[in-house]
């Protein structure tokens, strides 16, 4: 695996700054493969070996994907916003997940690990550089249970919505009164259509 350092400059350069989320991002994601036993996520044939399950649409989530190569596209990482800083690292290969959650009270020790070392920002992201991970995470083993149509690889199904035409994969259609409907028409998109 790559060194703290270059984890957090390829994590900057992808997110375009580096902040406190940043930082965390990276060690968060460091400790997770590592309690997951995942010795090189971009090591040839790992890519399918590993999925990330971040629980927040923040900066941490930009430094997971730098450091994990889990992306979206790829089915690899998922993101289940539920704006907590955490992410779950599951190993396709031995089944093991860990979940890891950012400790809210790393945010207060941020001033005795980087004390003059600027504003409050400017401290935390030093200081979750340097903090021990006992005092940044918590470590949880959950078990994880990912349906095939959510696994990385090829779409299982297709099939077109028997209103707007617009076609659905990988089992996201739903069936209402029998008609087959994608997801926006049987329960309101976040979109509207103009008439």
């Given at each position: 695996m790559k060194s703290l350092e270059e984890h957090l400059a390829?994590?900057?350069?992808?997110?375009?700054?580096?902040?406190?989320?940043?930082?965390?991002?990276?060690?968060?994601?460091?400790?997770?493969?590592?309690?997951?036993?995942?010795?090189?996520?971009?090591?040839?044939?790992?890519?399918?070996?590993?999925?990330?399950?971040?629980?927040?649409?923040?900066?941490?989530?930009?430094?997971?994907?730098?450091?994990?190569?889990?992306?979206?596209?790829?089915?690899?990482?998922?993101?289940?916003?539920?704006?907590?800083?955490?992410?779950?690292?599951?190993?396709?290969?031995?089944?093991?997940a860990v979940r890891v959650v950012a400790r809210e009270e790393a945010r207060g020790l941020a001033a005795a690990y980087a004390s003059g070392e600027g504003g409050k920002y400017e401290q935390q992201r030093r200081a979750y550089e340097v903090m021990p991970e006992a005092e940044l995470f918590s470590f949880e083993e959950v078990e994880v249970s990912v349906p095939p149509e959510d696994m990385p690889g090829r779409p299982l199904s297709r099939v077109r919505c028997q209103r707007c035409g617009d076609h659905v994969q990988d089992r996201r259609e739903r069936v209402v009164d029998g008609a087959v409907l994608c997801r926006a028409c049987a329960e309101g998109g976040y979109y509207r259509r103009h008439s």
């Amino acid at each position: 695996m790559k060194s703290l350092e270059e984890h957090l400059a390829e994590a900057a350069a992808f997110h375009g700054e580096s902040c406190p989320g940043q930082v965390l991002g990276v060690r968060l994601a460091r400790a997770g493969l590592r309690q997951a036993g995942i010795d090189d996520p971009l090591a040839e044939g790992a890519r399918k070996k590993l999925i990330v399950f971040v629980e927040i649409d923040r900066c941490a989530a930009d430094a997971i994907m730098a450091v994990t190569g889990c992306r979206v596209g790829k089915r690899s990482l998922k993101v289940i916003d539920y704006g907590v800083m955490a992410a779950t690292f599951l190993n396709l290969e031995s089944g093991r997940a860990v979940r890891v959650v950012a400790r809210e009270e790393a945010r207060g020790l941020a001033a005795a690990y980087a004390s003059g070392e600027g504003g409050k920002y400017e401290q935390q992201r030093r200081a979750y550089e340097v903090m021990p991970e006992a005092e940044l995470f918590s470590f949880e083993e959950v078990e994880v249970s990912v349906p095939p149509e959510d696994m990385p690889g090829r779409p299982l199904s297709r099939v077109r919505c028997q209103r707007c035409g617009d076609h659905v994969q990988d089992r996201r259609e739903r069936v209402v009164d029998g008609a087959v409907l994608c997801r926006a028409c049987a329960e309101g998109g976040y979109y509207r259509r103009h008439s």
